[in-house]
Nanobody, 123 residues
Framework: QVQLVDSGGGLVQAGGSLRLSCAASGLPFSRYAMGWVRQAPGKERELLAAISWSFVTTYYADSVKGRLTISRDNAKNTVYLQMNSLRPEDTAVYYC????????????????WGQGTQVTVSS
């Protein structure tokens, strides 16, 4: 059974940083692309960042370029999202997501999802 467990969310002031983690089990992690998606109240899901199984390809949404960094540790079956210079508009539930091999550029193309972790940025 595939399981993705998101963690690391919380309340932070604008300009602050958070590091999200997603621990995967039940799948060959090193053969899966991983992504981070967020959904704010009343808004559609937004793919923020993704990294391919081979580490070669990464993707960042324009809204977060320069502020977020995705990384993975295949030995720990874990993907991370380092978030810096956070803004109130970054407030949302953040989900990790997985799909086989190569990254996709829309959230609907990811097959497995974490339960989500809330990030709240105060002004």
């Amino acid at each position: 059974q595939v399981q993705l467990v998101d963690s690391g969310g919380g309340l932070v002031q604008a300009g602050g940083s958070l590091r999200l983690s997603c621990a995967a089990s039940g799948l060959p992690f090193s053969r899966y692309a991983m992504g981070w998606v967020r959904q704010a109240p009343g808004k559609e899901r937004e793919l923020l960042a993704a990294i391919s199984w081979s580490f070669v390809t990464t993707y960042y949404a324009d809204s977060v370029k320069g502020r977020l960094t995705i990384s993975r540790d295949n030995a720990k079956n874990t993907v991370y999202l380092q978030m810096n210079s956070l803004r109130p508009e970054d407030t949302a539930v953040y989900y990790c997501a997985a799909r086989v091999l190569n990254i996709a550029y829309t959230s609907s193309e990811y097959n497995y999802w974490g339960q989500g972790t809330q990030v709240t940025v105060s002004s």
